[in-house]
Nanobody, 112 residues
Framework: QVQVVESGGGLVQAGGSLRLSCAAS????????TDWYRQAPGKQRELVAT???????NYADFVKGRFTISRDNAKNTVYLQMNSLKPEDTAVYYC??????WGQGTQVTVSS
């Protein structure tokens, strides 16, 4: 069994920054791709960023140049550094660790 906990969300003004963490624990084997998603009220969940098993990163166009995904393999933790935040970034952010295990999400609210 694997448990995933996201943290680091909060309320920030437009232009500010937050760093989200996705910490996994339990029976974890190897290094696999992990994704960050987000879901705004009334909208579908959308993919934000990916880090592959080899460390390649990919981003949705709407966050390119502003968000950075990274990973600490020793800590089984994946991060999402979010800079230059916009009100439209307001959403619940979810981690899909190893593309198999979901956390409960962390709320990010960006005020204008």
């Amino acid at each position: 069994q694997v448990q995933v906990v996201e943290s680091g969300g909060g309320l920030v003004q437009a232009g500010g920054s937050l760093r989200l963490s996705c910490a996994a624990s339990g029976r974890i084997f190897g290094i696999k791709s992990t994704d960050w998603y987000r879901q705004a009220p009334g909208k579908q969940r959308e993919l934000v960023a990916t880090i592959t098993s080899g460390g390649t990163t990919n981003y949705a166009d709407f966050v390119k140049g502003r968000f950075t995904i990274s990973r600490d393999n020793a800590k089984n933790t994946v991060y999402l550094q979010m800079n230059s935040l916009k009100p439209e970034d307001t959403a619940v952010y979810y981690c899909n660790f190893h593309r198999a295990y979901w956390g409960q999400g962390t709320q990010v609210t960006v005020s204008s």
